[in-house]
């Protein structure tokens, strides 16, 4: 048997991460991975965006400063510094997993990285914490090349792993993504992308589910961003990867 702990966005909300890795038991209480983790019986996919909180409370909370102004750089690098540190955690855990740990390149994750698109949202917040030419910093080099080594998809077995859809565009972030708002909608009216590709099972972020995770009523795929809810998914194998798994909803 396999199973594989598959968590939603994260947008640094660190603690709700390490929250449910610890109810997966895909943790132990010194933030290394456990012994099924090590030898494979377990495996974690996180869907990608590391960083950039959702809420102006989220910045608050993440780095004490209150109001959080998003044009102080003092603020900026507060919320950097806080994040870089928990990016550390994360690399460190992965890197100790042999393999095991899996972690998908979200659009945030590459707007942090290659800055070519500022994000934000209809709340106010612009994320320019990693923006060193609008009162940001860098992301250290060594975190730099971590991002660049992220999976835009991941196959095990016959099941696909990607940030917003099955389609390949889906996975290049470029001025083309932003504008079709397909990326964000497939789900709803054309969730026979996932069965067209070849794919037995979907697992897909980058959409918020505010009802918790979303599991296709045919089952072809799972929308999982819904670490706001506190669920993930967890798949199981009974006897091969290559079988259509069954799954479930956690709440941690």
Partial sequence: MIKIIAIGDIHADFGKLWAALKLAYAVDETGHPTPPVLDGRYQVVIMGDLVHPKTV?????????????????????????????????????Q?????????IFGNHDDAALNHEHL???????????FEPEKGGVALPQDLQDWFAGFARDIHIGNTHFAHAGPLPSMSYFDDMFYADKESKRWWQQKGRFVTDAGYVFGVYGHTVMPDGVHIDELGRFAMIDAMDRRQFLELIYPNNLNEKPTYRAVIF
Avoid: C
Wanted: hydrophobic letters at 35%.
């Fill in 95 to 103: 890197e100790a997993a042999l393999g095991n740990i899996h972690i």
């Fill in 119 to 129: 994000l934000g949202n209809a709340h106010g917040i612009t994320h320019l914490e």
């Fill in 57 to 93: 409370n989220q910045y608050e909370m993440l780095t004490g400063r209150e109001p959080f102004d998003f044009k102080d750089p003092k603020h900026l690098l507060s919320a950097a510094r806080a994040q870089i540190r928990e990016l550390y955690r994360i690399k460190k855990y």
